[in-house]
């Protein structure tokens, strides 16, 4: 499966971002390096939409608030994690723009902030905090193999594609392998599981070759699904970054690499 949708030259790049840890908010390493210089590389956006792998909903909502709160959704971190504050200003037009592409699927919320999924990644792109910034959740009614919720995701994501061109940046944060059952927190560095590698290089294929229909049922024809996709929180978010790429549209990947064995923190770049 591949939706046709426009590729204008004047569309914003969109971004899936695999953030991991909170601690990479406050480490200078090769992937928070990445980070920074594409905040020297992409075009200046209108706004930014995270859609975060940590605002699971009933339902689909973005935030429609002009101040958004940064929400510290973890625990047992360092303390200066938690006097970190991203005072970016919120997007409530743009948001609301969304809700009238979902024909009012997505609705708006007035309480969420920008939880790590959003200000762990962009401290490092756009460390001002001078752009404006919304979140969207995932709606985790759909967040069993069956019946075909990414295919749902995927096809709620097509429909917000034209944000690409009002000047919104689409970020999806979250891991295309992410399983904290088996993480080694002790070493950032450790050699990756061979079941990781596996599904990270199968999704790379994937994606290179522009096969959404794999990204999609890739609980079929490898058995390294179960333990890279434990649940689908932190994968749906670059299905999301997926469904609003046009046919043959570049994709380069930003970072490649693991962290803490079982973390993939693959990034990409559309457009």
Request: net charge negative; with cysteine.
């Amino acid at each position: 499966m591949i939706l046709e949708s426009s590729n204008k030259s004047e569309t914003m790049p969109a971004l899936f971002i695999g953030h991991g840890s909170p601690m990479n908010t406050v480490k200078d390493n090769e992937f928070t390096k990445s980070l920074a210089n594409l905040g020297r590389t992409l075009p200046k956006p209108k706004a930014i939409m995270v859609v975060s792998a940590h605002w699971l909903t009933q339902g689909t909502y973005v935030t429609c608030t002009r101040k958004p709160q940064t929400i510290h959704d973890f625990y047992g971190f360092p303390e200066e994690l938690y006097t970190i504050d991203y005072p970016s200003p919120g997007a409530p037009d743009c948001a609301r723009m969304v809700t009238k592409l979902s024909n009012g699927q997505i609705r708006c919320d007035n309480d969420w902030g920008l939880d790590h999924a959003s200000w762990a990644v962009l401290r490092h792109i756009y460390p001002e905090a001078d752009i404006p910034v919304f979140e969207m959740s995932l709606d985790y009614s759909f967040n069993e193999w069956q019946p075909k919720p990414l295919e749902y995701h995927y096809k709620l994501a097509y429909r917000l594609r034209e944000l690409r061109t009002k000047g919104v940046l689409i970020i999806g944060s979250g891991n295309i392998v992410h399983n904290l059952r088996v993480v080694d927190f002790k070493h950032d560095d450790a050699e990756p599981y061979d079941w990781a590698v596996e599904f990270d290089e199968k999704v790379r294929s994937d994606l290179i070759r522009e096969n959404h229909e794999a990204l999609l049922n890739c609980e079929k024809g490898c058995k390294a699904t179960p333990y890279a996709v434990p649940t689908l929180d932190h994968y749906l978010p670059m299905i999301y970054v997926v469904a609003t790429r046009a046919k043959n549209e570049p994709l380069a990947f930003t970072y490649e690499g693991f962290q803490n064995r079982s973390v993939s923190m693959r990034c990409f770049r559309i457009g």
